[in-house]
């Protein structure tokens, strides 16, 4: 694993966009991997405002996110794909067709199952060739996407029940504790380890042990992020504050 530490998130957010960037020039119908919540909001700023000053191009690339919150319609204000259209794709030149968000309202004119709605997005990400970069967020307790402690290291696209941490943890997001939904559709730890490179990014002091776990400790189900450990290009790109728990400093 590859580890740089930055002094700040707008840092942080700029190494991650830079990568990202880099991918484009290199592969412009890149599949991009793309992450909710707060730790990537400064990353899309930074693309945005590449895309308007500096003419980057997202016309040919095709994305997937990890997750949606089970139960929200797609135009719900804190439903996932509510979040990508208003924070990115609605500000840069990307195809509303080339990007995907998992359904959290199945039931619906297009899937009678959440298992059916799994399998087909497994098979849309394969059809594409796989996810040539996949960024990540990490949870508190140690999620990627929402691989709750305990799922599986080799774990598919699947529905999860949240864990009374990541519902406490997002509650900010939502008028009360009580709105925020207790399941989730996510990938799986093993449909993440599939995508060529991955850049995982964190900030803040209450993400620090989950840091030191997934790169200090035993790789374990107890921490989804360790699995990361395995996978041959991981670049984990944090601040001082997310890397204090480390033994050995960047
Ligand atoms: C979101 C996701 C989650 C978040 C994680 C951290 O799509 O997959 O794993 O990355 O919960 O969330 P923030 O960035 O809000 O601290």
Request: overall charge negative; glycine content about 6%; aromatic content about 8%.
């Amino acid at each position: 694993m590859n580890i740089i530490v930055f002094d700040d998130y707008e840092q942080v957010s700029r190494a991650a966009a830079e990568i990202f960037a880099k991918v484009l020039a290199r592969k412009p119908n890149a599949v991009l991997g793309l992450a909710t919540g707060s730790t990537p909001l400064g990353m899309y700023r930074e693309l945005i405002r590449r895309h308007k000053k500096e003419q980057l191009s997202f016309a040919r690339m095709t994305t997937f996110n990890l997750d949606e919150y089970i139960g929200l319609t797609p135009d719900h204000p804190q439903s996932y794909r509510r979040f990508m259209q208003e924070n990115l794709f609605s500000q840069i030149d990307i195809p509303p067709e080339n990007t995907h968000v998992p359904f959290g309202n199945i039931p619906n004119e297009q899937f009678d199952s959440y298992d059916t709605f799994c399998d087909y997005y497994e098979s849309e990400i394969a059809k594409t060739g796989g996810i040539d970069v996949q960024i990540l967020g990490i949870g508190s307790d140690g999620h990627i996407a929402f691989n709750e402690p305990g799922t599986p290291l080799d774990s598919r696209t699947h529905v999860v029940a949240l864990t009374e941490q990541t519902i406490r943890d997002n509650a900010r997001f939502f008028e009360s504790i009580h709105d925020v939904p207790r399941q989730a559709i996510t990938m799986g730890v093993g449909t993440i380890l599939e995508a060529r490179k991955i850049v995982l990014l964190a900030t803040g002091k209450n993400k620090a042990e989950a840091i030191r776990g997934a790169i200090e400790e035993q790789m374990t189900d107890q921490n989804t992020a360790s699995a990361l450990q395995n996978h041959p290009d991981t670049t984990m790109i944090l601040d001082h504050a997310a890397a204090s728990l480390l033994r050995q400093k960047k």
